[in-house]
């Protein structure tokens, strides 16, 4: 369950809350996921939604027996009532719930108490009283949804069935009004995944113009990042409007932040990418990645190999992976060294023979950063590196000057564990366990141990015995040598600091740095100095803050809060918006090199 629930990134995180994780195992024995490759949000929370109202009806000794359509049906008026107030919630921006909101939901749609009452019971809503004396009357009492999420989805729920209503006006206000706001992101991704499972295509267009439409966000990467997770949850249907266009903005985004060699943009958007499950295997996006592997610049390599590593892909590209083989025989240790690392985040996945083979090559590289990073790559990879060819390099490995190399070759033999237990590797592992290196010796040490039953044997139980005394004292004793350590890789740090773009700098300054973007645009109302705009815009694209122009009106949308600002110059507000339009032409430049 575990592994399945790992697919999707956003659903491994609401797991680690007690209420969902609950509900999850609830399902899990009741579910059947042999068909489900890909776990979106939208149906663990329909799944989730229907087998709390079976548990809800059972109670009213109704028949559970029924289809999911006809649970719908049954608990219609309390899903209804629902599905309003958490979208009226989400709308006023609150999670407490008050009893004035409550009554006025409960008025707007006909709600008598008793159909409240109910859904009480379904055990989604919960009420409760923070007064000094105390209220028996469940109306008079503020409301919480048992989880933020659900309150999310259920408030997508009403979203969508407003777009498929003679309503839809309100909806497409509500949208393109709150689109880019972070706090109701989830909103929309679920309530992607909810129509492309309806198949009411019109209802789908609207969605999806009402996010490609006007008000536009002017910085882009919000915008982006939204289209980017709600392709997503639909898992990439070729039946999405703008399916072309998002992945296409998603590239071009990719292309311009290694254009800029910034590496902060390029966190960012690896980011998003992240929390996504499908996006980084499609295979348009795996092969820009190998074109920006063949086409950028010497210098861009390694961070765009990085960049690779960095994202959870699945499902590789053989493409991508011949490109990735292809670096590791170019002339630059440091591309050589770097690319070990995406090499083995995908043959931890996929497996490859090939991937294997050529890090066993890469485990004899004259750079000891090269062998090091060839011995992580498989290390990744565990068993499925298992091979005696790569086993024997290794015992040659633990016998190398170079403590660090020799460190990463013990690093394999313990992801191994048992698969590598030949009494060759025992016999080494013994003697690495006198390295003088604390390191070396206490992961020759683990590696025994994940060896089980047969590396137990009375001279290894004997040796370890012996090794724990030196491991002690050796830790004891390592206050200087963790000191130097530490100073070593801050110089280290330093130097590669010096070493690259002034953007990093910058960037490094702003990072961390709350409400620059706003302060900058207050002293520019204040002094009208439009020297400020450029700083302005890069300050935006930094904090990930979303700027929508109405007439004369500016408004910032940040993560929690949107701030709304008059501009009564012209001047200065043409200059704003020309200035933001210079710079989204730059990313839509951002098109493929030539191979």
Known sequence: ??????????????????????????????????????????????????????????????????????VYEKCRPELTFLETLAFEGMTSNTIILRKELLQKVMHDIGCLSDIYSDALHIGILKSFDNGPTGNQIQLEKNHYFVHLSFQEFFAAQHLVRLLNSTTRDIAIQFIETHKYEKRLQLVFIIASGLLIQSENTKSIHTFWDAIFGD??????????????????????????????????????????????????????????????????NLPEVQIEFASLLKTEPEYHKSHIATFIGNLNITDPHNKLIETLLLQLQHNDEKIRATVCYPLGKIGEQAGKSQVIDRLLVALGDPDDQVRLSACSALGAMGEKAATSQVIDRLVVILGYQNKKVRWGASSVLRAMGEKAATSEV????????????????????????????????????????????????????????????LLELFSYLLQWGADGDARLQKSNIYDGIDGMSLKLFQLLIYTHDCRLLPIFVECC???????????????????WVAVETRIRNSEVLWKLCNAFYDFGLKVLDCRPRNS
């Open 1 to 70: 369950m575990l592994k399945f629930l790992r697919l999707n990134p956003r659903i491994w995180g609401i797991a680690h809350s007690p209420v969902n994780l609950e509900l999850i195992c609830s399902i899990w024995s009741e579910t059947d996921w042999s068909e489900t490759t890909n776990l979106t949000m939208t149906t663990l929370y329909e799944n989730m939604t229907v087998w709390l109202c079976r548990r809800y009806l059972a109670r009213k000794s109704t028949s559970i027996q029924i289809s999911r359509m006809e």
């Open 215 to 280: 008000p536009h966000d002017l910085v882009g990467i919000r915008h982006m990042q939204l289209v980017t997770v709600c392709l997503d949850e639909t898992q990439c249907d070729c039946a999405v409007p703008h399916r072309s266009q998002s992945i296409s903005l998603l590239l071009n985004w990719i292309r311009f932040a290694f254009s800029q060699n910034n590496f902060k943009l390029q966190e960012t958007i690896a980011m998003t990418i992240n929390s996504c499950s499908k996006i980084q």
């Open 426 to 485: 025992i016999d080494w592992l013994l003697v690495a366990l006198d390295d003088q290196n604390v390191w070396v010796s206490a992961n020759a040490c683990r590696a025994l141990q994940t060896m089980g039953k047969t590396a137990a044997t009375s001279l290894v139980i004997d040796r370890l015995v012996v090794a724990l005394g030196d491991l002690v004292q050796g830790i004891r004793s390592t206050d200087l040598k963790g000191a130097n350590t």
């Open 541 to 559: 694209l930094m904090e990930e803050i979303a700027v929508m122009v109405f007439g004369d009106r500016v408004i910032m949308h940040f993560e």
